[in-house]
């Protein structure tokens, strides 16, 4: 009896370290390579947030998205711009310095939230579609 409890606990013990590994290192997303769930700008988007937030989420959170908008900033060091003044964006490969102010920009991102204290719509891992 002492033995067929030692066995299935040490099969549980296998079976939860494989779990823990698989989540752990599980294959990570390509947000280059993968399809947009929405293209949207940044106004309308932005727009939704205000309507109904906890909706808005449930459609874009976690969600590849393309987002056009005026460029509002650059911050070379941080590799991010901001969009309309309203979303904050993170790129994966350096932006570039010739960059031009209210240029209409088109990126594509994984879409991780918005700030309701500042207002602002946050993206990540992004590319320029169209600089």
């Excluded at 280059?32 to 309308?44: G, L």
């Excluded at 056009?68 to 941080?78: F, I, K, Q, R, Y």
Aim: aromatic fraction near 10%.
């Amino acid at each position: 009896m002492k033995n067929k409890i030692i066995i299935i606990l040490f099969i549980l013990l296998i079976v939860g370290v494989v779990g823990i590994y698989l989540y752990t290192y599980k294959e990570h997303r390509d947000i280059t390579n993968e399809k947009e769930s929405y293209s949207i700008a940044v106004t309308d988007i932005f727009l939704e947030f205000q309507a109904n937030e906890i909706s808005a989420n449930r459609k874009y959170l976690d969600k590849t998205i393309e987002v056009t908008g005026n460029l509002s900033s650059v911050d070379v060091a941080t590799k991010s711009i901001l969009l309309n003044d309203k979303l904050f964006a993170t790129f994966k490969e350096e932006v570039p310095k010739k960059l031009q102010l209210n240029a209409k920009i088109k990126i594509k991102g994984r879409f991780i939230g918005y700030d309701a204290l500042v207002e602002e719509l946050k993206m990540d891992q992004c590319i320029f579609l169209t600089p």
